[in-house]
C-alpha cells in the first residue's frame, strides 16, 4: 500500500478534472484570442470557466485572473505594486515566493509569529505606519497549517486604507470562507486541490494598482499577456468546482483523518504538535523528538509513506524550515519534525496503515 | 470540411503529444520538487524532456529553460536584462511581448524593414552604439513568415560584445538551424508545434546577464520560481521530438502547400503577397485589392476556413496589423491582407478545397 501525505505539496488530479481538461488537449485548435470559430469557441470555454470560479468565489467574473502559478500571481501583486516607496507588512514565515519578492524592497517590517505560527491584529495594528500600504500574509500556513484571521486583518486594513494581499494556497478547499471586504487580492493553486500544475486562479479587485508582469497580447483584460493555457483553465476551475461540491462533508473528512494520525502517533510516541494557534483540517507538522527528520523521511519513503519536511519549494534542499525556525522552534526540534497534508481522497485505512508504519519506524531509528 | 490555416495562432495538440502529458495528468502527485519517491519519479521526467530539447537543439540542458510562454520568457530576458541603460537594437515588426516591452525603454533604435520585412545586417551595423548592449530580433516573423538571416547578425553581435535574443517560435519545425554561437537567447512555443498551450522552452546561454520574473522556490535553475507544469513540459519536449522527425520532408510538405495555395489563389485572383524578404515553407500573408479582410474572414469562418488578419495576441480587435503598416505598406492594402498558415497536419485535398472556396468568397464581395 502505498500512502501520499504530502497533499500540500501537489496533488492527485482528479480524473473529472482530467475530462474538462480533455475538451482543450483532445479537441481542435483552441486559441482564445483567435477571431474565427475555434477561437469564439476557445473564448467561451475561458469565459465559462472564468464564471464558474467568479460565481464560488462570489466575486465578479472581471476580478478573476489566471496565470500559470500562485508564485507568479504573487510576484506579480508585490513586485508590480504600483505604490512605490511605500511601507508593507508581512512575517517571515511566508511562502518562498512572499518571502523572497518582499525581502529585496526596502520598506518591509517582517513580524515574528513565535509558536503560535500567525500574527495577531493587534501586531498588525502596531507596526502600521503613516506610509504603510501593503499587507501580505497567508490565509493557512501551508507547513503547519495553522490559520490566520484574515477576517479582522482586512477590517483593519480597510479602516486604514491598506491594501491586503492573501495567500489562499493552503485554505482553499481546507476551509469555507468568504473573501472579506478588505482583501485586495486572494490567490490560489489549482494543483494544490486535485486540479493541474500550471494554472492559478486570483481574485483580484478592481482597485488594486499593480503592472503587469507579462507585457504583450491584451489577455486577461490587458493584464497578463500570453495565449491562454486553456486545459489548465478549464482544469482549474473544476477543480474548484469538485472541492465545493460537499465541502462540509471533504473538510469533516480530512479533519478526522487528521485527527486520527495524530491520536494514533500520540498513544505509542512522544511528539509534539508545530503550530499553536488554531490549524486547518489537513496539516500535521510533528516534532519526533531525537529523531532526525531527513532519516525518518527516507526509512518512511522505502516503506512507501511519502510526506514532506517543509515546503516542497524548498525541500530538495535538505535544509531546516525557515518558517518553524522563524517560528522560534528550536532548530533540533525543527530538524526532526515532518509535515504530513492529507487530501479528501486519502482513506481511514491509509491512516490506521500510515500511523503504524510511522510508529515502527520512528520506533528502529531510535534503537540504532 | 473545416479546414484550419492559421496554424501561426495554435496548432492541433498531436495524439502523441498527449499521450506524453498523460504521464503527468493521468498519474500521481507529481512535484518535482518533493524527495520522496513520487517526487523522484517527476524529477527525472523533468530531467529526461530536458535532455530532449537540450539534444535536439544541441545545447546544454543547464542551458534550457521552461516558462508558461514565449511572452513570459521574453518579458524576463528583456525586462529582466540587466545591463541597465543600455542601447537596444530591435525592430517595429516584432510581436506585441517583444514590442511592448521596449516601448517603454528609454534607449531603444526600432529599425525600419520596408515591404521586405526583416533587416538587413548593414541596418544592425549601422546603429550599433558604443552603449549598443542587446539587439532582439524574431528569426522568422509570424504575420509574413519572412525569415531573418541570424546568423549573420549573431556574427555581428559576437564580434562587438552585444547579446542577442531571438524569438524563434515561428521558426521552429519550420526551417532547419542550427543556433548560431552569437546568439544569447532563443525562445520557442510548444502549442505553435503541436505541443500545448501553457509551455514554452528557451535556450538562453549561461552568461546571459538576467534578473528572475519569478522569484521563490529553486525551481529551473533558481532561474524561474513556481511549481513546473510537468505534463506542459513533457509535452513540449515530445511537440519538438515530433516536429523534428523526418523534418526535411515535413517542411517539404508544408512549402508545397502553400506554394500550391498561393499559385492557385493567383490563377483567378489579383493578388499580392505580402513581405518581400526570403519566407519560411508555411505562411502566406496575402492582399486582397478591395476587399476588406475582415469581411473576407467572415464569409470564410462561415464556409469554415480559418485564417486571421494579424497575430491571435492582438486579432480580437480589428485594428489594422501594426507590423503590415510598419513594413510601409498602405492602410488600404493591410486592410485587405489575410494570413494563412500552415501546418504538418494540412493536406493537399484541403488546400486545393480551400482555394477555391477563397475564390469563390472574394468574387462574390467583389460583385456585392
Redesign the interface.
Given at each position: 500500500m502505498?500512502i501520499?501525505l504530502?497533499?500540500n505539496?501537489?496533488?492527485?488530479?482528479d480524473k473529472k478534472v482530467?475530462k474538462e481538461?480533455l475538451i482543450?488537449?483532445?479537441?481542435?485548435?483552441?486559441?482564445p484570442?483567435?477571431?474565427?470559430?475555434?477561437?469564439k469557441k476557445a473564448?467561451a470555454l475561458l469565459i465559462q470557466a472564468r464564471a464558474k470560479i467568479a460565481s464560488i468565489l462570489k466575486k465578479e467574473k472581471e476580478e478573476i485572473l489566471f496565470?500559470?502559478?500562485?508564485?507568479?500571481t504573487?510576484?506579480m501583486l508585490i513586485?508590480g505594486f504600483s505604490k512605490k516607496d511605500a511601507h508593507i507588512i508581512t512575517t517571515d514565515i511566508e511562502?518562498?515566493?512572499?518571502f523572497?519578492?518582499v525581502k529585496?524592497l526596502k520598506n518591509v517590517s517582517f513580524l515574528k509569529t513565535g509558536p503560535c505560527g500567525v500574527v495577531k491584529e493587534d501586531q498588525i495594528l502596531s507596526a502600521i505606519k503613516p506610509n504603510t500600504k501593503l499587507i501580505v500574509l497567508s490565509f493557512v500556513y501551508s507547513e503547519t497549517g495553522v490559520i490566520c484571521d484574515i477576517e479582522k486583518i482586512a477590517k483593519i486594513a480597510k479602516d486604514n486604507n491598506i491594501f491586503f494581499i492573501v495567500d489562499g494556497v493552503a485554505a482553499i478547499g481546507k476551509i469555507k470562507f468568504t473573501i472579506p471586504k478588505g482583501v485586495s487580492s486572494m490567490v490560489f493553486?489549482a494543483?494544490k486541490i486535485h486540479g493541474?500544475?500550471?494554472?492559478s486562479f486570483a481574485f483580484i479587485k478592481k482597485d488594486f494598482p499593480y503592472t503587469p508582469?507579462?507585457?504583450?497580447?491584451?489577455?486577461e483584460y490587458n493584464k497578463r499577456?500570453?495565449?491562454?493555457?486553456?486545459?489548465?483553465i478549464l482544469g482549474a476551475a473544476k477543480a474548484l468546482e469538485l472541492a465545493y461540491d460537499k465541502i462540509d462533508q471533504k473538510i469533516e473528512k480530512m479533519q478526522s483523518l487528521r485527527d486520527l494520525l495524530e491520536e494514533l502517533l500520540k498513544k505509542e510516541l512522544n511528539i509534539s504538535i508545530n503550530g499553536k494557534g488554531l490549524r486547518v483540517c489537513n496539516v500535521s507538522n510533528i516534532a519526533f523528538p531525537n529523531i532526525s527528520a531527513e532519516d525518518l523521511?527516507m526509512v518512511?519513503?522505502q516503506n512507501?509513506i511519502?510526506?514532506?519536511?517543509s515546503?516542497?519549494?524548498?525541500?530538495?534542499?535538505?535544509k531546516p524550515s525557515r518558517v518553524l525556525l522563524n517560528m522560534g522552534i528550536k532548530e533540533t526540534q525543527v530538524k526532526s519534525s515532518i509535515r504530513f497534508s492529507i487530501s479528501r481522497m486519502n482513506t481511514k485505512k491509509e491512516i490506521i496503515h500510515a500511523s503504524k508504519t510511522i510508529i515502527q519506524c520512528v520506533k528502529k531509528l531510535k534503537n540504532n
Open positions: 502505498s501520499y504530502d497533499n505539496a501537489t496533488t492527485k488530479l482530467l481538461m482543450d488537449l483532445k479537441g481542435s485548435p483552441y486559441n484570442s483567435s477571431n474565427h470559430f475555434f477561437g473564448h496565470t500559470s502559478s500562485a508564485s507568479e504573487l510576484n513586485r511562502h518562498p515566493c512572499i523572497n519578492c529585496n493553486s494543483h493541474p500544475k500550471g494554472c508582469l507579462i507585457l504583450g497580447g491584451s489577455q499577456a500570453g495565449t491562454e493555457n486553456l486545459s489548465g523521511l518512511l519513503n512507501k511519502y510526506a514532506s519536511h515546503s516542497a519549494c524548498t525541500s530538495r534542499s535538505f
